[in-house]
T-cell receptor, first 117, second 115 residues
Framework: AQSVTQPDIHITVSEGASLELRCNYS??????LFWYVQSPGQGLQLLLK??????LVQGIKGFEAEFKRSQSSFNLRKPSVHWSDAAEYFC???????????????FGTGTLLAVQP | GAVVSQHPSRVICKSGTSVKIECRSL??????MFWYRQFPKQSLMLMAT?????????EQGVEKDKFLINHASLTLSTLTVTSAHPEDSSFYIC???????????FGSGTRLTVV
């Protein structure tokens, strides 16, 4: 069965420090991969997505993620965190090409990011 | 482009009443809409997939009679929580596949509180 693991429930970083949020997936083929951010009480905003091609994906707000097939990972990174980045981050997967008709997203458990001044 | 409007954003209702949540795709046609539920400090759990013109597909463990889903048109999907109870209090979010390569778009969510 498809699954997504975000090992870190809660991370605290200092403003200006670098950030890496981990995401591992379990799926038979290469899925489509996503990172979303959610502010309290709000919906989800797409940060970036990977479908195919270049394994280093650039997203909005200075975020990037790297797909590593050998590690079944899709970690999210940012070189310098801003206080406004404090939020919950979700990694998600969906069946890739030929993977299924519904294309539903499966979410990880989320990582809550706190930013210290 | 690819905006999903979800209403209401917050609703408080009494136990035993029903609540309807609407999701509209504003600038594209959504033949499919996904409904998620999110408990505090937890991830999003897929409840069901609504399909325009046909019955919704529910995930295992989701009560079809409690969570009625209707996808009446290519731009509107509704979730009705029937005979709501306090344990139904949660954050409900809809999502639609966008026009380009699995670009899922999410509504802003509905905070349901049943008292």
């Amino acid at each position: 069965a498809q699954s997504v693991t975000q090992p870190d429930i809660h991370i605290t970083v200092s403003e200006g420090a670098s950030l890496e949020l981990r995401c591992n997936y379990s799926y038979g083929a290469t899925p489509y991969l996503f990172w979303y951010v959610q502010s309290p009480g709000q919906g989800l905003q797409l940060l970036l997505k990977y479908f195919s091609g270049d394994t280093l994906v650039q997203g909005i707000k200075g975020f990037e993620a790297e797909f590593k097939r050998s590690q079944s990972s899709f970690n999210l990174r940012k070189p310098s965190v801003h206080w406004s980045d404090a939020a919950e981050y979700f990694c998600a997967v969906a069946p890739g090409a030929g993977g299924g008709a519904t294309n539903k997203l499966i979410f990880g458990t989320g990582t809550l990011l706190a930013v210290q001044p | 482009g690819a905006v999903v409007s979800q209403h209401p954003s917050r609703v408080i209702c009494k136990s035993g009443t029903s609540v309807k949540i609407e999701c509209r795709s504003l600038d594209f046609q959504a033949t499919t809409m996904f409904w998620y539920r999110q408990f505090p400090k937890q991830s999003l759990m897929l409840m069901a997939t609504s399909n325009e013109g046909s019955k919704a597909t529910y995930e295992q463990g989701v009560e079809k009679d409690k969570f009625l889903i209707n996808h009446a048109s290519l731009t509107l999907s509704t979730l009705t929580v029937t005979s709501a109870h306090p344990e139904d209090s949660s954050f409900y979010i809809c999502s639609a596949p966008g026009r380009l390569n699995y670009g899922y778009t999410f509504g802003s969510g509905t905070r349901l509180t049943v008292v």
